[in-house]
């Protein structure tokens, strides 16, 4: 998911760089310019832009990460994950690939980030952790290995020290 | 009331300009110095020297604010500096304003670096009450009483272009150009900095309203903690408040670019149905898509959640469609006169076109689950803020201090141009690429693997501080010159 919005966003941003750079190498000298073709333009743009974001928006809120928590798809290994300044208390931290594990994440003091780093340090899901409230993650581990909580929103000044781990074993 | 059609300009009179030039002096200053700030912080972050992290954190919030702060100083100077020009602004309002926010600077600073207080700028609720006894009850105070000020000047301030705007045009409709959008009317309609502004006022009222009232929310619970807020809702209140803030400071100096290209490509910025329909839109949308910030609070009800994303995602066509398809019609084959104020406005549109993408990307809840909170989200906000907005109000502060002064850029302006442009877009890669990468945002301390991002940042940074710096120092240089008009 990171190497799609990477090139969602870096393939449009040097396409723009592009038109920018076009528009201003025929900027120097004056000329008529047809308004109407330059409506016409605009007119297909936004056409084309809603023709393409709505089956894009419907495909990308297909599989919300709040309505898993609603499903009952076999078996479920809930887990309680508090976190206060600054570590993490998990009830569990050993799973197994293939597993579904429901984190219910909760907050004994002030606002924090429950993050889920795969063993290569990549971010594979994550949620709020709120005083009060309890989050509810589902996740299901793919790949075995040692795995990372990092905290997610700035909780003081050891926020970047808040971390704990958990095992995946195959 | 005068005529509707009535868009002939008023002049500033000596007090509105000196006024403004205050407004200019200040925010430059503030942002050449939050800038510095955030070298400092990637420079840590890279470990080409070791900040405290307490320091390091109390830095971060200064920035965060400070930043902040001066985008809402020079956004309501550019807005005030144009509208007044077609409406009867006041002056004392202006000055009022501008005291204010100095009283409450001091009072943030002193929070911060005599207190120690490293809250973030967003004051998420409890933290500020929660230190584990890093700062004190009276340091978080201190900060969020100097943020009460300031926003309480910005409030003053927002009324009073409600009022002249309504005495002028009579009702919000014929303000933000209705009757002409939907045909009833063949009148000219009012002036893009009238239309902006009216917008903006639209949003920024219950904004800072909201913004107040978490405030003194959070000020109540520091002094009795048996007070407690519900911390979904304060985290809504705070991230609507932030969310239309912000998105009012660059509307705000978007005025610049409407105002002022014109003046180089001898064509007059198009206000048809696009534009007039645009705004209306954006205004509706800026305060409806601020849930986008709380995607990954499972517990707020879905709806608004998808409301987040979808808005979001609609919220980019007029940006694209409308404000920078604009700045490129009235530039192509115009014979545009190429100069710093021009570069950088033009710049600045790219750079807003630019921001669209990793934005809508990380509005996205699937992609959002991924990168909430990691470095992409300071990269996204720092390509609109950096290229786009931080460019508009030095490209103001050229055309204000050299332009209207028949000054001529030097190679050392162009220089400047450069090392802001190439280094500006090396900065936002940075943190792209270390959002990609999976680097939290807002760490003291980085991990080994991250160096390499946080030293490429830190060097880009350094680039755009210089340029910021060259910026200042040509165009305050004429300040005894004064505001032209």
Redo the contacts between chains.
């Keep these: 998911?990171?190497?799609?919005?990477?090139k969602?966003?870096?393939f449009?941003?040097l396409f723009?760089?592009g038109?920018?750079f076009v528009?201003?190498a025929?900027?120097?000298?004056?000329?008529?310019?047809d308004g109407q073709t330059?409506e016409r333009t605009?007119r297909s743009?936004?056409i084309i832009?809603i023709a393409m974001?709505i089956p894009l928006?419907f495909h990308?809120?297909a599989?919300?990460?709040?309505?898993a928590?609603d499903l009952r798809s076999g078996p479920v290994q809930v887990v309680e994950a508090v976190g206060r300044?600054w570590e993490w208390t998990l009830s569990r931290n050993s799973f197994r690939v293939g597993e579904t594990v429901e984190f219910r994440v909760t907050s004994a003091?002030?606002?924090h980030?429950f993050?889920i780093?795969d063993p290569s340090?990549?971010?594979?899901?994550?949620?709020?952790a709120?005083?009060?409230?309890?989050?509810?993650?589902r996740h299901k581990f793919q790949a075995p290995g040692k795995y990372t909580i990092?905290?997610?929103?700035?909780?003081?000044?050891?926020?970047?020290?808040m971390s704990t781990e958990f095992e995946v074993l195959p | 009331m005068k005529a509707v059609s009535d868009n002939a300009k008023l002049p500033l009179d000596i007090s509105a300009r000196r006024g403004v030039l205050a407004y200019l002096v200040a925010t430059v200053a503030i942002f050449v110095l939050m800038m510095i700030f955030g070298l400092l912080m990637r420079a840590s972050q890279a470990q080409a020297f070791g900040l405290d992290?307490?320091l390091f954190?109390q830095i971060m919030t200064v920035h965060g604010i400070g930043t902040v702060g001066a985008a809402g100083l020079g956004g309501a100077m550019i807005c005030w500096y144009f509208l007044r020009h077609y409406v009867e602004l006041s002056t004392t309002v202006l000055v009022l304003n501008l005291v204010m926010f100095v009283t409450g600077v001091v009072l943030i600073l002193g929070g911060a670096f005599l207190g120690d207080f490293?809250g973030?700028w967003n004051f998420?609720y409890?933290?500020p009450a929660?230190?584990?006894g890093?700062w004190s009850n009276a340091a978080a105070a201190s900060f969020l009483l100097g943020l009460l000020l300031i926003g309480s000047g910005f409030l003053v301030f927002y009324l009073d272009m409600a009022r002249a705007i309504l005495g002028k045009y009579g009702n919000l409709g014929r303000a933000l150009g209705w009757p002409q959008l939907f045909g009833t009317s063949d009148a000219p309609p009012p002036p893009a900095a009238v239309v902006a502004a009216t917008v903006i006022f639209l949003m920024n009222i219950p904004g800072i309203l909201v913004g107040a009232t978490i405030l003194v929310l959070n000020l109540v619970s520091l002094y009795a903690p048996e007070y407690r807020i519900?911390?979904?809702m304060a985290?809504n209140m705070t991230y609507f408040f932030g969310h239309v803030f912000m998105n009012g400071t660059i509307y705000q100096c978007l005025i610049a670019v409407f105002e002022i290209m014109p003046r180089h490509t001898?064509r007059p910025w198009k206000i048809n149905k696009?534009f007039l329909g645009g705004w209306t839109a954006s205004g509706l949308m800026v305060i409806l898509v601020y849930p986008q910030h709380l995607l990954?609070?499972?517990?707020m009800p879905?709806w608004m959640?998808?409301i987040g994303?979808?808005v979001s995602?609609?919220h980019g066509?007029p940006v694209?469609?409308i404000s920078v398809?604009g700045t490129?019609?009235n530039?192509?084959?115009?014979?545009?006169r190429?100069n710093m104020t021009s570069g950088l406005l033009?710049f600045a549109?790219?750079g807003w076109?630019?921001g669209?993408?990793?934005g809508v990307?990380?509005a996205?809840?699937?992609?959002n689950?991924?990168?909430?909170?990691?470095q992409?989200v300071p990269g996204h906000f720092h390509t609109y803020f950096l290229l786009s907005l931080v460019s508009m109000l030095f490209g103001f502060g050229y055309h204000l201090m050299m332009d209207m002064h028949g000054d001529k850029a030097a190679l050392i302006d162009r220089v400047g141009f450069w090392l802001f442009t190439v280094g500006g877009f090396g900065f936002i890669?940075a943190f792209?690429?270390g959002g990609?990468?999976?680097i939290?945002r807002?760490?003291?301390?980085?991990?080994t693997?991250w160096l390499a991002y946080d030293r490429a940042g830190a060097i880009f940074a350094a680039m755009s501080v210089t340029a910021a710096l060259v910026f200042m120092v040509r165009f305050l240089r004429n300040l005894n010159k004064g505001v032209s008009t």
């Design positions: 998911m990171q190497d799609i919005a990477w969602v966003s870096v449009p941003i723009m760089i038109v920018f528009i201003y025929k900027s120097h000298i004056a000329a008529t310019v330059q605009r743009l936004f832009s974001g928006a990308t809120l599989e919300l990460p709040y309505a928590a300044q003091d002030v606002n980030g993050g780093y340090m990549r971010v594979v899901a994550q949620t709020q709120m005083p009060d409230y309890v989050n509810t993650l990092l905290c997610l929103e700035y909780c003081g000044l050891a926020h970047h020290a | 992290t307490s954190y490293a973030g998420l409890p933290l929660m230190s584990q890093a519900d911390a979904l985290k001898g696009w990954m609070d499972f517990v879905e959640l998808i994303q979808v995602w609609i066509l694209l469609l398809f490129l019609a530039v192509h084959r115009s014979g545009i190429w033009f549109m790219l076109a630019a669209v993408f990793p990307a990380d996205t809840i699937i992609v689950q991924v990168m909430h909170n990691t992409w890669m792209l690429a990609a990468a999976g939290p807002r760490y003291a301390v980085h991990l693997e």
